[in-house]
């Protein structure tokens, strides 16, 4: 069964290609357009990660975070941040709300699934003729 993904990003494109590429590597991703229902669609999705942009219309992503580690059904499940914020002191503010890996955007495709990878150590890896 593949590793299920929810991905919360307002942005189209970016949504569309964090799902792309995500499903092209074996991954089940569930798009979460608004903020404002990513815990609920979390808790019915089950996610085994959830990716996240930072800054986000109506909730921040760090109140999302927030909200997931004090949830006792979604505490466990990993973070990755996905942000424009590329200082230092806003990684370790990021980190400090709980998520797990941060990622830089634009992001580069092989950091972003080796990241995903890190998170989801049992994910499967395609064979190099189904990802096209």
Do not use: W
Not at 23 to 39: C, L, T
Not at 81 to 100: F, H, L, Q, S
């Amino acid at each position: 069964m593949a590793k299920r993904v929810l991905v919360v990003e307002d942005n189209e494109l970016n949504l569309k290609l964090f799902c792309d590429l995500l499903r092209a590597h074996g991954y089940a991703a569930e798009p979460v357009r608004d903020a404002r229902e990513a815990v609920a669609r979390a808790r019915a999705f089950e996610p085994d990660l959830v990716v996240m942009d930072i800054q986000l219309p109506h909730v921040s992503g760090l109140e999302l975070i927030g909200q997931m580690r004090r949830d006792p059904r979604l505490r466990a499940v990993p973070v990755m941040a996905v942000t424009a914020y590329a200082g230092r002191e806003d990684e370790d503010r990021i980190r400090a709300a709980g998520a797990n890996a941060y990622v830089s955007k634009p992001i580069s495709v092989m950091r972003f699934i080796e990241e995903v990878r890190g998170l989801i150590p049992d994910a499967p890896v395609p064979d190099a003729d189904t990802v096209g």
